[in-house]
């Protein structure tokens, strides 16, 4: 089943709006979470690391006032685009890290198409 | 800097051709990680592979079989008797964290198979 479940899975809305897109670790606790941002027909790029408890480090070039990320729990990420533009519309994927004892490479979730309009 | 090179934008073959991808990086560190991951049309990721960079070996897991040299900096994937449902788009990926951790990706190379 699932370890990662990312919601929603697409969303379409007007230029101007918030929107929130959560990452729930399932299947263990996740002290870290990762954001990445696809553009169509582009590869993957690191947006921030999502810390619980603490602030997330972003990477350059991203805005953290623009991409609000909030790890409140061991269990949920949040990223709210923060009044979204045409500009913002791509996939975003979340991962989570796995339990270090298990050795599992990090889990993805299914991604968030976000369409700007 | 690190960095993940996927030369193949593009690949186009027949039903049961073999194909390779080619996967060149470039790090500092002497311990790393590499990845391959596919991406169906769908969006989803998913985890085909990991290797250290103390292990040499190359692996076969049925179709699909990766060569890992340290000397060319490459991580090249081929998969034998495609099917057309590899078409997807396949990353490779690096990172200095054994569970993945900050992945840096390739620009992807998207393979089509065909009836």
């Known amino acids: 089943g699932a370890v990662v479940s990312q919601h929603p899975s697409w969303v379409i809305c007007k230029s101007g709006t918030s929107v929130k897109i959560e990452c729930r670790s399932l299947?263990?606790?996740?002290?870290?979470m990762f954001w990445y941002r696809q553009f169509p027909k582009q590869s993957l790029m690191l947006m921030a690391t999502?810390?619980?408890?603490?602030?997330?480090?972003?990477e350059q070039g991203v805005e953290k006032d623009k991409f609000l990320i909030n790890h409140a729990s061991l269990t949920l990420s949040t990223l709210t685009v923060t009044s979204a533009h045409p500009e913002d519309s791509s996939f975003y994927i979340c991962?989570?890290?796995?339990?270090?004892?298990?050795?599992?490479?990090?889990?993805f979730g299914d991604g968030t198409r976000l369409s700007i309009l | 800097a690190q960095k993940v090179t996927q030369a193949q934008t593009e690949i186009s073959v027949v039903e049961k051709e073999d194909v390779t991808l080619d996967c060149v990086y470039e790090?500092?560190?002497?311990?790393?990680?590499l990845f391959w991951y596919k991406q169906p049309p769908s969006g989803e990721l998913v985890f085909l592979i990991r290797?250290?960079?103390?292990?040499?070996q190359n692996e076969i897991s049925g179709r699909y079989s990766w060569n890992f040299q340290k000397s060319t900096s490459s991580f090249n994937f081929t998969i034998t008797a495609s099917q057309v449902v590899d078409s997807a788009v396949y990353f490779c990926?690096?990172?200095?964290?054994?569970?993945?951790?900050?992945?840096?990706f390739g620009q992807g190379t998207e393979l089509s198979v065909k009836p």
């Open positions: 299947d263990f606790q996740a002290t870290t």
């Open positions: 999502s810390n619980e408890g603490s602030k997330a480090t972003y």
């Open positions: 290797r250290n960079s103390f292990d040499e």
């Open positions: 991962s989570v890290m796995g339990d270090r004892g298990n050795n599992q490479p990090q889990h």
């Open positions: 990926a690096l990172s200095e964290d054994y569970q993945g951790g900050k992945l840096i």
């Open positions: 790090t500092r560190d002497t311990t790393y990680y």
